[in-house]
């Protein structure tokens, strides 16, 4: 059975980083994204990333202080965030969606294999 794990979770105040980490034992073969649920919201996409770093997308509005890249020798996938927001707090999960396809998705429902998520907190 696949599994993803997320890592690197916390409070923050506005304006710090944090990077998010994702492992997953069949690393090779999934493309690998990122999404996050606030309170009370739908879940959304933040960010994918195939099987090479140069194949990547970032939710638009995230671009500016965001970035997904990935460790393939340490089966890793991180999601950097900078200066981040008190609107940024929410449960990030990682998922993976396996696929031959080359390009990645931003829909969730394409990915089949949620971790547990790990919470990030902005406090202003």
């Known amino acids: 059975q696949v599994h993803v794990e997320e890592s690197g979770g916390g409070l923050v105040q506005a304006g710090g980083s944090l990077r998010l980490s994702c492992t997953t034992q069949f690393f090779d073969r999934y493309h690998l994204g990122w999404f996050r649920q606030a309170t009370g919201k739908e879940r959304e996409f933040v960010a994918a990333?195939?099987?090479?770093?140069?194949?990547?997308q970032v939710e638009d509005s995230l671009k500016d202080r965001f970035a997904i890249s990935r460790d393939n020798e340490n089966k890793s996938v991180f999601l950097q965030m900078n200066n981040l927001k008190p609107e940024d707090t929410a449960i990030y999960y990682c998922a993976a969606r396996e696929t031959s396809e080359l390009t990645v998705s931003f829909t969730s429902r394409e990915y089949g294999i949620w971790g547990q998520g790990t919470q990030v907190t902005v406090s202003s």
């Open positions: 990333i195939g099987w090479t770093n140069g194949l990547t």
